[in-house]
């Protein structure tokens, strides 16, 4: 959510930015909101004006009472209980406008920087760069299901028995290689300098409004019936609800926090066939990033964030690539965003498996999430996230450039220390 400040005072900007977006047919929302606007003012300085006449209307009364003046007091009462209820009015119709403004402002994207590339959506994405040479092994590369089978570490046809499509079990080596990269992440991170985190599974509306856009929460999330709590689709959701409503002293900064959850997600739509298996399903789980910092510190930290991807991907010797999401590929928080993909042998392609956002002060803005300097002047925060690693994508990239001819998989030495292995082999 951007302020309101820009709407009052450079609406052309705001419009701009839907265009870059093209998003256009949000345009008349920008006039609707400054209509809107300039209506709650008034009513909030007609409001005020009748407060401040209550007040001297009232102080009459006493006075008047003291002189014996009844009949006078009475009057003034009178006026004063109109005054009361013109005032109810004008409060019932403030509440009503800060609402619908509120709704409206929820659905204005925020400011994407300047360096972000005009496309329309993501097939305009731009390539960064390339680490790790992308190598197409003399042998073939079975589907990554095949791979895990023949080391009797999935089930899928007995996940959908129980659960239905989009679920499987993992079992054996690749139920340990799953743990391993999770565990070796956690400590990654760490590493880096970042506290762990074991964040709540579930949160409040309240929350899923502040950290996302409508349009994801309806295509992500999956609601707890009668209850006001959703399940996260990842971490950072319940990570950044975790600074709800706070004011963090300016020498707390930066908050740099890793978590690991499992993820819930509707995946709604439908997938080709590269996205069956393990690509696109309802439960995985997740080694995420956060930051919590001072604006003039955040593109900082979005590039520092991406490259620890981009590292902890090429000590397990897999070959990734950065792409730059375009404007009309941005999430409406998203100041700026890049995404980290994976080499796939199998399809001679790359593939997604990791998102790095900026979002400014838009998830701050709705959270209340603000900082406070040592003069005691308050700002809102910038937030930040990045997937650390998402093992089920992860598991895909990882077996298909670790795997040999002979259907084993050698297990990298960063690894090694988890798995208690080099090599992992069919039974």
């Known amino acids: 959510m951007i302020d309101i400040q820009w709407i009052r005072k450079d609406p052309e900007r705001v419009k701009e930015n839907m265009r870059k977006k093209f998003q256009e047919d949000k345009i008349p929302s920008v006039d609707k909101v400054a209509e809107l606007d300039r209506q709650f003012r008034e009513a909030k300085v007609q409001g005020d004006e009748l407060r401040s006449q209550r007040k001297n209307i009232s102080k009459k009364i006493g006075a008047l009472m003291g002189q014996g003046k009844k009949e006078e007091?009475?009057?003034?009462?009178?006026?004063?209980?109109?005054?009361?209820?013109?005032?109810?009015?004008?409060?019932?119709?403030?509440?009503?406008?800060?609402?619908?403004?509120?709704?409206?402002?929820?659905?204005?994207?925020?400011?994407?920087?300047?360096?972000?590339?005009?496309?329309?959506?993501?097939?305009?994405?731009?390539?960064?760069?390339?680490?790790?040479?992308?190598?197409?092994p003399?042998?073939?590369i079975p589907y990554h299901v095949e791979i895990m089978e023949k080391l009797n570490g999935i089930?899928?046809?007995?996940?959908?028995?129980?659960?239905?499509?989009?679920?499987?079990?993992?079992?054996?080596?690749?139920?340990?290689?799953?743990?391993?990269?999770?565990?070796?992440?956690?400590?990654?991170?760490i590493n880096k300098g970042f506290k762990y985190y074991i964040p709540p599974f579930m949160i409040r509306s309240n929350v899923v409004t502040g950290v996302m856009s409508f349009a994801e929460m309806e295509g992500m999330m999956y609601k707890i019936e009668g209850e006001d709590l959703y399940l996260i689709g990842t971490s950072e959701h319940s990570m950044i609800g975790k600074f709800i409503d706070t004011i963090l002293p300016e020498e707390s900064l930066p908050q740099t926090l890793t978590s690991y959850s499992p993820c819930f997600r509707k995946e709604v739509g439908a997938h080709g066939i590269e996205e069956r298996g393990v690509y696109r399903i309802h439960q995985f789980e997740k080694q995420e990033m956060i930051v919590v910092c001072k604006p003039e510190e955040s593109m900082d930290w979005f590039h520092r964030m991406y490259q620890y991807s981009v590292e902890f991907f090429r000590s397990l010797d897999i070959p990734v690539r950065t792409l730059e999401c375009c404007s009309g590929d941005l999430a409406d928080l998203k100041v700026k965003s890049i995404d980290v993909e994976a080499w796939s042998p199998r399809q001679q392609k790359y593939f997604e498996v990791g998102s790095c956002s900026n979002l400014g002060d838009a998830q701050a803005r709705r959270l209340g999430i603000r900082v406070k300097d040592k003069d005691g002047n308050k700002y809102f925060a910038h937030t930040l996230n990045n997937t650390?690693?998402?093992?089920?994508?992860?598991?895909?990239?990882?077996?298909?450039?670790?795997?040999?001819?002979?259907?084993?998989?050698?297990?990298?030495?960063?690894?090694?220390?988890?798995?208690?292995?080099?090599?992992?082999?069919?039974?």
Request: glycine fraction near 4%; charge should be negative.
């Open 388 to 427: 650390v690693v998402a093992p089920p994508r992860m598991l895909i990239a990882f077996l298909e450039n670790n795997l040999n001819e002979d259907g084993s998989v050698r297990i990298p030495e960063a690894l090694q220390r988890y798995m208690f292995t080099d090599c992992i082999r069919p039974e």
């Open 138 to 140: 003399a042998y073939e």
């Open 73 to 136: 007091a009475e009057t003034v009462k009178a006026e004063v209980v109109q005054i009361g209820e013109k005032l109810d009015e004008l409060e019932q119709s403030e509440a009503v406008l800060s609402q619908q403004i509120r709704e409206i402002m929820l659905t204005i994207p925020n400011f994407i920087d300047e360096s972000v590339p005009i496309g329309k959506d993501d097939s305009e994405n731009v390539e960064v760069q390339r680490f790790g040479e992308p190598i197409v």
């Open 155 to 189: 089930d899928i046809d007995a996940a959908r028995d129980t659960s239905g499509n989009g679920f499987y079990y993992l079992c054996g080596d690749i139920a340990r290689l799953h743990s391993s990269i999770l565990a070796y992440a956690r400590d990654f991170m």
